[in-house]
C-alpha cells in the first residue's frame, strides 16, 4: 500500500528527475518514491511550482495543506482518473431526493453511534465507570430511524457525541487533560486540540480514499453539499472517528507519549507543539495499517483499507447493487 508523508518542516518540494524531492531549509534533502507516495500532508512553508503539481497529477498524489496551528487549509486534489459521469448523477439523485439522502444520513449517524458504544463498553470493560452515558446514548439512539429530516438528525447525532465526550474524562482520568466541553476554533484546551487535529487528519485521508473510487467527494449526505468543497469525506469519517482518531488520543495520554508541556497558547487558542503533532501523526499511522478481521472479506485488513471498503459499499448502494450497511467494530 502506498504511503503518506509528513512535512513538518518548511521548504521547496519539487521533482527531482522521476522521483519527489523536499529540501528543507535546513538540513539534508528528503526523497519521497514516488511509486510509494499515495498524499502528501504539509505544516509548514512550501515552495512548490507548476511542473511539480503535474508531476503530482500524473502520479495520482493529493496535497493536504495545514496551518501552523494544525487547521486543515484545503488540498490539491488532481484531476480525477476515476470519475464516472453515470456515478455522479446517481449521487446527485440520491442528494436530491430527501427520502434517499435521509436514508444514507441515518446509515453514517448509525454507524457513529454504534461505534461510539463499542469504544465506551471497550473502556467500561477496563474499569472506567461510564454506565451513565452508555445508558445515554442507547437511549438516544432508538431515536434515529424515527428522524424525519436532517436537521433533526444533526440534533440527535450531537447529542449522542454530547454525552461520548461526556465520558472523555473518565477514561483518560488525567487533571492535565480534562475536556470542558466541545471547542474546535479555537480549541480552548489540550485534549479538545487533540480531537480537532486528530480530526483534521481523518478527513484528508478519507478525501485522499475517495479519490480512488469512482465517487465525487462534494456530494455528501449527512453534511450538507453547498459552498464547502468537501462533504463526503466528513459523512464517512463520522463512522471512523471514534475507532481511529479517539483510540489514538486515549493510547496517547493513557501511555504518557503527550503531557501538557507539548502544548502552547497561540492566538488561534491551544496548539499542540510540532513535536507532539509528529508524535500523533506517527501513533496514527500506526493505527490506520493495523489490521482487524473482517468476517465478510475472510481476510485480515487494515483500519485504512476499511475506509477504502466503505466506500465501495456506498457506491454499490447507489448503483441499486447492494443496501448500504455501515462498518460496525466488533471487538
Given amino acids: 500500500m502506498k504511503r503518506t508523508f509528513y512535512l513538518f518542516t518548511s521548504g521547496a518540494l519539487y521533482r527531482c528527475d522521476n522521483t519527489i524531492c523536499f529540501e528543507p531549509l535546513s538540513g539534508p534533502k528528503r526523497y519521497l518514491p514516488v511509486e510509494d507516495t499515495a498524499e502528501i500532508v504539509v505544516f509548514g512553508e512550501l515552495d512548490l511550482n507548476k511542473r511539480f503539481l503535474e508531476f503530482c497529477s500524473r502520479n495520482e498524489i493529493l496535497l493536504h495543506f495545514f496551518s501552523h496551528e494544525g487547521y486543515y487549509q484545503g488540498s490539491y486534489y488532481p484531476r480525477e482518473h476515476l470519475a464516472s459521469g453515470a456515478l455522479l448523477l446517481v449521487q446527485a439523485e440520491h442528494y436530491l431526493d430527501e427520502k434517499k439522502r435521509l436514508t444514507l444520513a441515518r446509515s453514517f449517524v448509525e454507524g457513529a453511534s454504534r461505534n461510539i458504544l463499542r469504544v465506551m463498553k471497550y473502556y467500561q470493560a477496563r474499569g472506567k465507570d461510564l454506565s451513565a452515558s452508555i445508558d445515554s446514548i442507547e437511549s438516544l439512539q432508538t431515536s434515529i430511524p424515527h428522524a424525519d429530516g436532517i436537521a433533526p438528525l444533526m440534533a440527535f447525532e450531537g447529542n449522542i457525541r454530547e454525552m461520548y465526550y461526556k465520558g472523555f474524562d473518565t477514561i483518560v482520568g488525567l487533571p492535565d487533560f480534562v475536556f470542558e466541553g466541545r471547542s474546535r476554533r479555537p480549541p480552548r484546551n489540550e485534549l479538545n486540540a487533540l480531537i480537532s487535529f486528530g480530526n483534521s487528519i481523518l478527513y484528508s485521508i478519507c478525501l485522499s480514499e475517495i479519490y480512488r473510487t469512482h465517487l465525487d467527494p462534494r456530494i455528501g449526505y449527512l453534511h450538507a453539499t453547498n459552498l464547502r468543497r468537501f462533504t463526503l469525506n466528513l459523512?464517512?469519517?463520522?463512522?471512523?472517528?471514534?475507532?481511529?482518531?479517539?483510540?489514538?488520543?486515549?493510547?496517547?495520554?493513557?501511555?504518557?507519549?503527550?503531557?501538557?508541556?507539548?502544548?502552547?497558547?497561540?492566538?488561534?487558542?491551544?496548539?499542540?507543539?510540532?513535536?507532539?503533532?509528529?508524535?500523533?501523526?506517527?501513533?496514527?499511522?500506526?493505527k490506520l495499517h493495523t489490521t482487524i478481521d473482517h468476517r465478510e472479506i475472510g481476510h485480515p485488513v487494515s483500519y485504512q483499507r476499511l475506509i477504502r471498503l466503505e466506500l465501495y459499499k456506498l457506491e454499490k448502494h447507489l448503483l441499486g447493487d447492494k443496501v448500504y450497511e455501515p462498518f460496525l467494530a466488533t471487538w
Avoid at 243 to 258: A, C, N, S
Fill in 235 to 286: 459523512d464517512v469519517a463520522e463512522i471512523f472517528k471514534p475507532l481511529i482518531v479517539d483510540r489514538v488520543i486515549f493510547t496517547l495520554l493513557g501511555r504518557g507519549m503527550l503531557k501538557v508541556g507539548d502544548f502552547e497558547r497561540g492566538t488561534g487558542g491551544i496548539m499542540m507543539k510540532e513535536s507532539a503533532r509528529k508524535t500523533f501523526v506517527q501513533q496514527m499511522e500506526e
